[in-house]
């Protein structure tokens, strides 16, 4: 299986901050990489598909890039919304997410 | 809109059995793959099952392969998914997810998921 590692695990910063997650995969899955956002007791929302893509009616500070076997999730300037948990997940080869980012208010 | 609803979680003991379901709307059901995803109290996701759109490929994960079957009614908008020999370990909340593709796919549209506990 294609292990897929977040750094960090926790990120606190504030409303108006520029914040990058990092996941890493174990093999290279060309840019089978989707991002995902979820709050607490709610399901997880696709944010980006292959890698880059912004999905439709995704705010425009949300961006990916990467391929290969490294990829970032980019926020800039953070807004209260985004407080959430972020994950990656490889869908090349089988299905495996990252174990997640918390993105928390400093 | 695209909607996506499950039921039939709840508490079983160990060893017993669950059906879960999830009816969908808003999107032509019978073209879409659909998968189950889990996540335990308070950890991550996990992809369990998925089926193709006709049936005719299932996948599992390896920690509920032979325990677990994921099947569709099409003419109900209905995925399934019947969960066998339930350990303490399956506790989760599941989610039934719309794939973007095939197997290996991104999720595009999600449930609101079902809480299933295993303990005696």
């Known amino acids: 299986d294609i292990q897929m590692t977040q750094s960090p695990s926790t990120l606190s910063a504030s409303v108006g901050d520029r914040v990058t997650i990092t996941c890493r995969a174990s093999?290279?899955?060309?840019?089978?990489l989707a991002w995902y956002q979820q709050k607490p007791g709610k399901a997880p929302k696709l944010l980006i598909s292959?890698?880059?893509t912004l999905e439709s009616g995704v705010p425009s500070r949300f961006s990916g890039s990467g391929s290969g076997t490294e990829f970032t999730l980019t926020i800039t300037s953070l807004q209260p919304d985004d407080f959430a948990t972020y994950y990656c997940q490889q869908y090349e080869t089988y299905l495996t997410f990252g174990q997640g980012t918390k993105v928390e208010i400093k | 809109q695209v909607q996506l609803v499950e039921a039939g979680g709840g508490v079983v003991q160990p060893g017993r059995s669950l059906r879960l379901s999830c009816t969908a709307s808003g999107f032509t059901f019978g073209s879409s793959g659909m998968h189950w995803v889990r996540q335990a109290p308070g950890k991550g996701l996990e992809w369990v099952a998925f089926?193709?759109?006709?049936?005719?490929?299932?996948q599992y994960a390896e920690s509920v392969k032979g325990r677990f079957t994921i099947s569709r009614d099409n003419s109900k908008n209905t995925v399934y998914l019947q969960m066998n020999s339930l350990r303490p370990e399956d506790t989760a909340v599941y989610y039934c997810?719309?794939?973007?593709?095939?197997?290996?796919?991104?999720?595009?549209?999600w449930g609101q998921g079902t809480l299933v506990t295993v303990s005696s």
């Open positions: 093999h290279s899955v060309s840019r089978w």
């Open positions: 089926l193709r759109y006709d049936g005719s490929n299932k």
């Open positions: 997810a719309k794939g973007v593709t095939g197997w290996y796919s991104q999720f595009d549209y």
């Open positions: 292959k890698a880059s």
